[in-house]
């Protein structure tokens, strides 16, 4: 079964927007990592952010991970419509190799 | 794409026929790892290996067999296509280890593949 499951699946913004996803999971992790991919490419790693982790930064990029909650959001700010993409979450079941992804989001910003 | 090549990209065949996927990484990385992404789905485990010879399971082995005799090929059979292997696949690699970025995945360009 998936481990990661994202909201909403399909998100539409114009350039400029911030884009918010979220991403909830079942057990308990060592990390949580979000990826991008590109229509018809393979998938990007974006950002890791570790279970005792609150917060991450890198460059547009927000990461938060409720533990409590089982949950994660990944916050792109000033969006750009080269960040059309679906973006999917990622945890590793306390595993150490071995990711289960999720459905993913599909984000398009319109120009 | 991280070193990472897959072959063929493009693939249709017919139902009953064997296929294999290969996969061949650059890195040396320890892991490597073969995914399925189909609409609704999203990407999901085949099989994956730890090192040359050593392979386990993943979400979906059922249909797929896996081979690693060197370290940088991973390859995937399917040794009778159904029409429910008709699947963008794709390979990843990783150096594992414990926490951090030894756990981040490379992928590869996907392999798409029609089993008519």
């Known amino acids: 079964s998936q481990q990661g499951e994202e909201d909403p699946q399909a998100l539409s913004i114009q350039e400029g927007e911030n884009a918010t996803m979220n991403c909830s999971y079942k057990?308990?992790?060592?990390?949580l990592q979000w990826y991008r991919q590109n229509s018809g490419r393979g998938l990007v790693h974006l950002i890791l952010?570790?279970?005792?982790?609150r917060e991450k930064h890198s460059g547009r990029l927000r990461v938060t991970l409720d533990t409590s909650k089982k949950s994660s959001s990944l916050l792109i700010t000033a969006s750009r419509a080269a960040d059309t993409a679906s973006y999917f979450c990622?945890?590793?079941?306390?595993?150490?190799?071995?990711?289960?992804f999720g459905k993913g989001t599909l984000l398009t910003v319109n120009p | 794409d991280a070193g990472i090549t897959q072959s063929p990209r493009h693939k249709v065949t017919e139902t009953g026929t064997p296929v294999t996927l290969r996969c061949h990484q650059t890195?040396?990385?320890?892991?490597m790892y073969w995914y399925r992404q189909d609409p609704g789905h999203g990407l999901r485990l085949i099989h994956y290996?730890?090192?040359?010879?050593?392979?386990d399971k993943g979400e979906v082995s059922d249909g797929y067999s896996v081979s690693r005799s060197k370290t940088e090929d991973f390859l995937l059979t399917l040794e009778s296509a159904t029409s429910s292997q008709t699947s963008v696949y794709f390979c990843?690699?990783?150096?594992?280890?414990?926490?951090?970025?030894?756990?981040?995945?490379?992928f590869g360009p996907g392999t798409r593949l029609l089993v008519l």
């Open positions: 057990t308990s992790i060592n990390n």
């Open positions: 952010i570790r279970s005792n982790e």
């Open positions: 290996s730890y090192g040359v010879k050593d392979t």
């Open positions: 890195e040396n990385h320890r892991y």
């Open positions: 990843a690699i990783s150096e594992g280890g414990a926490g951090g970025p030894g756990e981040t995945q490379y």
């Open positions: 990622a945890t590793d079941g306390g595993s150490n190799y071995k990711l289960t």
